[in-house]
């Protein structure tokens, strides 16, 4: 089969049946992704546990295109820590801008069947519309986590995180 075959396929198959288009309960975090030059729009859900994807969905409506990314982007995410879910991100961009080594491409598993849409300018705001919603959300985690830690000091001023007198 043809490259361009098989990859069309999967994207059709991500659409036709995207396995992870589900609500989810008790989810970590939510937050809507919108693309409104294509009318996408999508919400992506994740639940974060110990700083690990234990479970995600997302809901919507939108093109083949945002439909299917987001649902490979979820088989992909699954059981990943934060930082390996942004890595993945970033080699996504990177394949969608031409700059991503072949090992992050293969790396990117069925998400390489978009690769093709870096040729397609005005369906990139598709493809990458979960991608970006997840990093979105992963950095909010993040700054939020920072607060916290911040909030909480030893009086003596230690900057050990397990410190018992941190208040
Ligand atoms: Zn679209």
């Known amino acids: 089969m043809e490259i361009k075959q098989l990859y069309r396929e999967i994207v ?3 659409n036709l049946h995207p396995a992870n288009k589900r609500d989810l309960e008790g989810a970590t975090i939510v937050l809507e992704g919108v693309n409104p030059s294509c009318g996408d729009d999508i919400y992506l859900q994740l639940k974060v546990e110990d700083g690990v994807i234990t479970d995600a969905a997302f809901n919507g409506s939108g093109c083949a295109i945002s439909q299917a990314s987001a649902d490979i982007m ?5 059981d990943r820590t934060l930082e390996e879910a942004m890595e993945l991100a970033a080699s996504f961009m990177g394949m969608i801008k031409g700059t991503a080594s072949e090992e992050e491409i293969e790396e990117l598993d069925e998400a390489a069947a978009l690769q093709d849409i870096a040729h397609m300018p005005a369906r990139v705001k598709c493809a990458v519309l979960g991608w970006r919603t997840m990093k979105q959300m992963i950095e909010t985690l993040g700054s939020q ?16 995180t397990d410190c018992d007198r941190r208040v």
Do not use: F, M
Not at 145 to 160: D, F, H, I, Q, T
């Open 12 to 14: 059709n198959e991500h």
């Open 145 to 160: 986590a920072a607060s916290e830690n911040k909030a909480k000091l030893c009086p003596s001023g230690c900057r050990n």
């Open 74 to 78: 979820i088989d992909l995410v699954l």
